[in-house]
């Protein structure tokens, strides 16, 4: 039995003593609670690929809300109950980097010549804690498309605050990445060693992260949203040869219809 049939089996179980009356996991703290929301986003971030230049990019941004299903993050999410402050769910999304597109890279003479590193699907499962100060999360999930059959633990937590009209959201975490994802992404054989780089055999990495996102409603359907946070990385990743940074920064600004 795989690693991916364990995890649905037993959160699929779970959900057979939950209580019928559960929160809706799809709103974080300082969310809006509209079914649908559509916009865009502006954001910079660190790129901690050898030779490669901080990027800035334009994307669209959607959040459905629904009770049960939900996507959130570009993650696709099915709630399966809760039980008094605790829920939980099913959980899935896509898994790659730069490295995932040889045309994104092969002008980069630090990282020409490296293999591919294919895009797969991880899913596993959620559990929140939720309260008046905040929501805790733990997600773990697992390789679906048996690319590098690795593993992904987060464990954060996100106050719920406000400012005035401001939703102000500070949160902080954990990532922990197995050794077999670490590897893929990060990692370089021997037959990918040059003078650039040498051969980098990847071991699990706990990564630390913490920022804060505000959310301003505009009016009763436009809202603004602002992020800037960072994440620590571990050594199993910044210690790689194609790796040239030890900590990845990010920001953001985006404004969202509400339906």
């Given at each position: 039995m795989t690693t991916a049939t364990t995890f649905v089996q037993l959160a699929i179980a779970s959900s057979l003593i939950a209580t019928t009356a559960f929160a809706n996991d799809a709103i974080d703290p300082g969310d809006s609670d509209s079914r649908w929301v559509a916009g865009g986003v502006i954001g910079g971030f660190t790129n901690v690929y050898a030779g490669e230049d901080n990027e800035s990019t334009f994307f669209p941004a959607f959040q459905y809300n629904g009770e049960r299903f939900f996507v959130k993050n570009g993650s696709l999410n099915f709630a399966l109950g809760s039980q008094g402050e605790f829920s939980y769910g099913?959980?899935?999304?896509?898994?790659?980097t730069l490295l995932s597109d040889e045309s994104e890279y092969k002008d980069n003479e630090k990282l020409a010549g490296l293999v591919e590193r294919d895009f797969t699907m991880e899913g596993g499962f959620y559990v929140y804690h939720t309260t008046d100060k905040g929501r805790m999360k733990f997600i773990l999930n697992t390789d679906l498309g048996s690319k590098h059959e690795g593993q992904t633990a987060l464990l954060s937590y996100t106050f719920d605050l406000r400012a005035g009209d401001w939703y102000v959201n500070p949160y902080v975490g954990a990532e922990w990445v197995s050794g077999n994802k670490a590897d893929h992404y990060f990692g370089v054989s021997e037959a990918e060693a040059n003078e650039?780089?040498?051969?980098?055999k990847a071991d699990s990495s706990l990564n630390l992260f913490a920022g804060?996102?505000?959310?301003?409603?505009l009016t009763?359907?436009?809202?603004?949203?602002?992020?800037?946070?960072f994440v620590a990385l571990g050594d199993g990743i910044k210690d790689s040869s194609i790796v040239d940074e030890d900590f990845a920064y990010h920001t953001s600004v985006g404004i969202n219809y509400n339906f």
């Open positions: 099913l959980t899935a999304s896509p898994s790659g650039f780089r040498e051969a980098y804060v996102r505000g959310r301003y409603e009763d359907h436009w809202d603004v949203n602002l992020n800037a946070g």
